[in-house]
C-alpha cells in the first residue's frame, strides 16, 4: 500500500484524534524588545508595543552590529562610486578629467578620511592598479603623500598608462590644486 506524504500526514492526524480540518497552526509569540536579533525587528517590537523596556547590553549589542552593517554598507558604496568617477576621468579626460580631485566625495575632511579608508578596505580585498591610482588623491587630501608616492611607485611596476597618468598630474595638477583647497580653508 502506497501513502502520499500529505495523505500519511493526514492518517497520522486522525490516528492522534485531530482530524485534517482542525489543525490550527500554532502563533509565533509576539516579537519583544528583549528577543529582537535586529534593529529592524527591535522596532517593529516597540511599534506593536510601545514602551517596552530596553536592556542595556541588549540594545548596545543590536545598535552596535546594524551600525557596522550600514558603515561596511556606505564604505563600499563610495568607493564604488567614486571609482566609477574615476574611470571616468580616464576615458574621457578632457570632460572629466577632475574627477579625482573635485568629486564631492572629497569634501571636507571626514568625508576625505571615510574615502580613504574606503580605498584602503577595498585595495586590501582586492587588489588593483585602478584602485592604487584612485587611491592617490585621497590620500594626498588627507595628507598621507607617503601612500601617495608609495602607490605612484606601485603603479610605475603594474601598469604603464596609469602610472603615465599619476606621473603627469600629481605635481602640476593635483598637489597645487589640493594645496589651493587646503588654503583657501584656512
Not at 484524534?17 to 509576539?30: D, F, Q, T, W
Not at 574611470?87 to 576625505?112: E, Q
Request: glycine share 4%; net charge neutral; with cysteine.
Amino acid at each position: 500500500m502506497k501513502f502520499s506524504l500529505p495523505g500519511l500526514a493526514g492518517l497520522l492526524l486522525i490516528a492522534s484524534g485531530c482530524a485534517p480540518h482542525e489543525v490550527v497552526k500554532k502563533e509565533a509569540p509576539p516579537l519583544t524588545v528583549e528577543r529582537a536579533a535586529t534593529i529592524d525587528d527591535m522596532l517593529a517590537a516597540v511599534k506593536t508595543a510601545p514602551g517596552q523596556p530596553l536592556e542595556a547590553r541588549h540594545w548596545t549589542e543590536v545598535r552596535t552590529a546594524a551600525d557596522a552593517k550600514a558603515q561596511s554598507a556606505y564604505h563600499a558604496g563610495i568607493a564604488a562610486l567614486y571609482l566609477q568617477q574615476v574611470k571616468k576621468s580616464l576615458i574621457d579626460h578632457k570632460n572629466h578629467g577632475g574627477w579625482p580631485i573635485r568629486s564631492f566625495l572629497l569634501t571636507g575632511k571626514y568625508a576625505r578620511e571615510q574615502l580613504a579608508e574606503a580605498l584602503r578596505v577595498e585595495l586590501a580585498a582586492h587588489p588593483s592598479p585602478l584602485i592604487k591610482y584612485a587611491l592617490i588623491c585621497p590620500a594626498l587630501y588627507t595628507n598621507n603623500d607617503e601612500l601617495a608616492r608609495r602607490l605612484l611607485d606601485e603603479l610605475k611596476a603594474e601598469d604603464a598608462f596609469l602610472y603615465e597618468r599619476a606621473s603627469q598630474l600629481i605635481d602640476t595638477v593635483w598637489i597645487p590644486y589640493i594645496q589651493k583647497q587646503a588654503d583657501d580653508a584656512g
